[in-house]
């Protein structure tokens, strides 16, 4: 009796020890974890071959605490798609304001041109998950859009000061060049064309849009 008694505490001593060295995470740190699983199991499997019981799985948690903090695969999408698009922000660099528009303007869209390549080539399924959010109109593919719009305008309201762009509204204006750069920098639009093929193009392009600028059409 007495050995039993003592393999008992020892079984619970255990568990106590057990129990230390899993301590419990926060709800934020919780979504954080799904949220890097997820983006990883996408990017090296593809969406469509992950289910969210795959996510629980792979952390150890049922698919029900996954579902608590995100109710499908496409908000997972969302909001990993949020974090990168904030990282996105904290590190972009455009040139500095006493540079002439052109040149801010040439470095913009190479940047995202560039940025865009490398992340489709380096990460295959990636393509599936934009082509995704595009169709399902997603509130991250606004709010990139609107980042971007952003910088635009900065150039742009700063080459009006300059006296060097037709004086113009700005935000509707700085949309409509973003719309005159996606054949450029859109995923979609240059997964499978060659870099120095969309390098050429995109100078062209922002020399185009340079000149409208600077000569807008009579209305």
């Given at each position: 009796?007495?050995?039993?008694?003592?393999?008992?505490?020892?079984?619970?001593?255990?568990n106590?020890?057990?129990?230390?060295?899993?301590?419990?995470?926060?709800?934020?740190?919780?979504?954080?974890?799904?949220?890097?699983?997820?983006?990883?199991?996408?990017?090296?499997?593809?969406?469509?071959?992950?289910?969210?019981?795959?996510?629980?799985?792979?952390?150890?948690?049922?698919?029900?605490?996954?579902?608590?903090?995100?109710?499908?695969?496409?908000?997972?999408?969302?909001?990993?798609?949020?974090?990168?698009?904030?990282?996105?922000?904290?590190?972009?660099?455009?040139?500095?304001?006493?540079?002439?528009?052109?040149?801010?303007?040439?470095?913009?869209?190479?940047?995202?041109?560039?940025l865009?390549?490398?992340?489709?080539?380096?990460?295959?399924?990636?393509?599936?998950?934009?082509?995704?959010?595009?169709?399902?109109?997603?509130?991250?593919?606004?709010?990139?859009?609107?980042?971007?719009?952003?910088?635009?305008?900065?150039?742009?309201?700063?080459?009006?000061?300059?006296?060097?762009?037709?004086?113009?509204?700005?935000?509707?204006?700085?949309?409509?060049?973003?719309?005159?750069?996606?054949?450029?920098?859109?995923?979609?639009?240059?997964?499978?064309?060659?870099?120095?093929?969309?390098?050429?193009?995109?100078?062209?392009?922002?020399?185009l849009?340079?000149?409208?600028?600077?000569?807008?059409?009579?209305?």
């Open positions: 009796m007495s050995k039993m008694i003592e393999q008992a505490r020892k079984g619970d001593r255990k106590d020890a057990s129990v230390r060295r899993r301590p419990r995470r926060s709800a934020e740190e919780t979504r954080r974890d799904i949220l890097a699983k997820a983006e990883e199991l996408f990017r090296e499997q593809g969406f469509g071959a992950v289910a969210i019981a795959d996510i629980a799985a792979a952390l150890g948690m049922s698919p029900a605490n996954v579902f608590k903090n995100f109710n499908s695969k496409n908000a997972l999408v969302d909001a990993i798609a949020f974090e990168q698009i904030s990282e996105f922000e904290r590190n972009i660099q455009p040139l500095d304001k006493g540079q002439p528009p052109l040149s801010r303007l040439r470095h913009l869209a190479r940047t995202l041109m560039e865009h390549h490398r992340d489709l080539n380096d990460n295959p399924y990636i393509f599936e998950m934009i082509l995704m959010t595009a169709k399902q109109d997603m509130k991250c593919g606004d709010y990139y859009k609107s980042v971007i719009a952003n910088l635009l305008a900065d150039i742009i309201r700063d080459g009006i000061d300059a006296g060097i762009y037709a004086e113009a509204n700005v935000p509707p204006l700085s949309e409509t060049v973003l719309h005159a750069l996606t054949s450029v920098i859109h995923p979609v639009l240059i997964a499978r064309e060659d870099i120095g093929n969309l390098a050429t193009r995109c100078d062209q392009l922002v020399d849009i340079d000149a409208g600028l600077r000569n807008p059409l009579a209305k």
